[in-house]
Nanobody, 124 residues
Framework: QVQLVESGGGLVQAGGSLRLSCAAS????????MGWFRQAPGKERLFVAA???????LYADSVKGRFTISRDNAKNTVYLQMNSLKPEDTAVYYC??????????????????WGQGTQVTVSS
């Protein structure tokens, strides 16, 4: 079992930056693929980024060049640095983890564990 706790969300103006953190605890959690999804009101949960335990990364096209995912295995923490934020980035951001797909996955059903989510609001 892995527990995930996100932090770092908030309100920011368009063009600004935020950094989300996700602290993982539990057995061998630093060997999991870690990822971030987001969900806007009334919409489906969408992939944002993922990182393997060897720090290979995947990104959604909508965030490439603006967001950076990273991890500190010693701290069992994954980060999402979000720059050049846009109003359409507004959503609840969820941290997630899986052992099922070592290269990561774009699909939420492929992830085993989820955090409670943190709200990111970008004003225009």
């Amino acid at each position: 079992q892995v527990q995930l706790v996100e932090s770092g969300g908030g309100l920011v103006q368009a063009g600004g930056s935020l950094r989300l953190s996700c602290a993982a605890s539990g057995r061998a959690s630093n060997s999991y693929v870690m990822g971030w999804f987001r969900q806007a009101p009334g919409k489906e949960r969408l992939f944002v980024a993922a990182i393997t335990w060897t720090s290979n990364t995947l990104y959604a096209d909508s965030v490439k060049g603006r967001f950076t995912i990273s991890r500190d295995n010693a701290k069992n923490t994954v980060y999402l640095q979000m720059n050049s934020l846009k109003p359409e980035d507004t959503a609840v951001y969820y941290c997630t983890a899986t052992r099922l797909y070592r290269s990561g996955s774009f699909y939420p059903n492929d992830y085993e564990y989820w955090g409670q989510g943190t709200q990111v609001t970008v004003s225009s």
